[in-house]
């Protein structure tokens, strides 16, 4: 949560200045008001994964023995959650260890083993976005085409000026002029500046002419869209190293965030998408977006468990707070809440 205060101190400073009557108790209930939104706004997200896969397991796992077929049967469920092959067989050999060591006889109580083993898998690389100690901080934002590039940086804007940051836009998806249209009405819609250029540009320019209006006007963040491209056309996957290499040369530093935004429609693809993006850029976090468009949710267990990528954020709906810092124990608590 650093950024967040860092950038509210400033809000606070402010309020201070002009009056003293702000009580600490308003703003605590406000705080607790916006987390328990935040948190049914995450648990709605999730409806569909929730049912199609944590629903099931509470049902396979009820009134049942503890033996080696139910086991199988939660494995098979797993799987079909796009869990993945490698992450369900860690799960399950976790599952038998600990069941072992605990001497649990009663399928039920796997459950909140397995709640646990999850938020353990989550915690193990978790990490807030890089914000707030670099100024400007620069975010890039990678992923193959309709992944949810552009509304993340549309969301994320939106939250960072909600917080008080000066926010920079670019719109380095120079591909089509729709894609650059898309971005400056996001900029108009909550307020915020962008540098673009027309339509068939150089994306390297448009990003080394970011970096230096960001430094210029002292922006906070900078949000870097970049254009779509399928992992597997290796002269756009080239194109994306030399905007890696221009901002990283123009701010004197690697950017502070290289997000892969990442579709959980996909299914397992999104493994292979994470290891050839991770190739030409070094990724430093995954945004999982539409995870409220599916019942395979899984995939997040596996992007956690195989890639050693921190999830970041998630998109949960298509409402500007619908996107969310991923936090590990209440990502779980919502996977397994009735
Ligand atoms: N339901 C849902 N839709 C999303 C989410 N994130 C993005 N979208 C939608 O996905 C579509 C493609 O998004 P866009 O940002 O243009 O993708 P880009 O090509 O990667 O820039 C748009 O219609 C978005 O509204 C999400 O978390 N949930
Ligand atoms: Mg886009």
Known sequence: MGWRNI?????????????????????????????????????????????????????????????EELFEELEDLLIQADVGFETTMYLI????????????????QLKETLEQVI??????????????????????????????????????????????????FAAGDTFRAAAIEQLETWATRIGVDIIAHKEGSDPAAVAFDAVAAAKARKADVL??????????????MAELGKVYRVVSKELGREPDEVLLVIDATTGQNALSQARLFNEVVPLTGIVLTKLDGTAKGGIILALSHELKIPVKLVGVGEQNEDLQDFDPESFATALFSD
């Not at 949000?223 to 756009?236: P, V, Y």
Request: a positive charge; glycine letters at 8%.
């Open 223 to 236: 949000l870097l869209d970049t254009a779509g491209r399928l992992q597997t056309k290796k002269n756009l």
């Open 7 to 67: 950038f509210r101190r400033r809000k606070d400073d402010e309020i201070k200045n002009t009056t003293d009557t702000l009580s600490t108790e308003t703003v605590s209930t406000e705080n607790t008001e916006t987390k328990n939104n935040f948190f049914q706004r995450l648990k709605s997200g999730l409806s569909k994964t929730r049912q199609g896969l944590f629903g099931k397991v509470e049902s396979l796992l009820t009134g049942r023995t503890i033996d």
């Open 93 to 108: 050999d976790e599952l038998r260890e600990r069941a072992k060591r605990d001497k649990l006889k009663e399928g039920i």
């Open 119 to 168: 938020v353990s898998i989550f915690s193990e690389n978790a990490a807030p976005l890089a914000i707030g100690d670099n100024s400007p901080a620069v975010i890039m934002v990678v992923g193959v085409n309709g992944a949810g590039k552009t509304t993340t940086i549309g969301k994320l804007g939106y939250r960072l000026k909600q917080e008080q940051a000066k926010v920079l």
